[in-house]
């Protein structure tokens, strides 16, 4: 399994088959770190595994984000129902992608290349695969090609 084998997980929940909420109702996280969606049922299936009185959704903002979806679980946690949300916006940040390089350099942090593509003439694909959600890893844009 590619989650277990190359990204280190203990356990794997097949969100697409499996009822996360149901597999995890005696055992409820304390966080949940969401950077994919906040759209459809996503963010509900997210909440629903979370201590509600105690546990904390954290979203990291991109472009399928929900923000009123988001605002309405904040207000509900305001009003006493259901676990405390947050969301970020990711700013680039230099110093950090140094500490990033230096944790791959060392082997702690490992990348997974999905595939490369030039960027004249590969962006379109790329995007697609993106789109599509079944990329295993980053999809690279390449600048200038070294060969």
């Avoid at 509600?52 to 904040?74: C, F, P, R, V």
């Avoid at 140094?98 to 490992?110: D, F, P, R, S, Y």
């Amino acid at each position: 399994n590619f989650v277990k084998s190359e990204l280190g997980a203990d356990e794997v929940v097949n969100y697409r088959t499996d009822d996360v909420a149901a597999l995890y109702k005696d055992k409820p996280f304390d966080i949940v770190i969401d950077p994919m969606g906040s759209r459809g049922d996503a963010m509900a299936r997210s909440l629903a595994v979370l201590k509600q009185d105690t546990g904390h959704y954290s979203h990291i903002a991109n472009a399928s984000t929900d923000y009123e979806a988001l605002n309405n679980a904040k207000e509900a946690h305001e009003a006493g129902k259901g676990p405390s949300v947050s969301y970020i916006a990711v700013q680039p940040n230099g110093e950090q992608l140094g500490q990033i390089l230096g944790l791959m350099e060392a082997g702690k942090v490992k990348l997974i290349v999905d595939k490369s593509l030039p960027l004249f003439g590969g962006a379109g694909e790329a995007m697609e695969r993106v789109a599509a959600g079944h990329v295993r890893g980053k999809v690279v844009l390449v600048v200038v090609d070294d060969e």
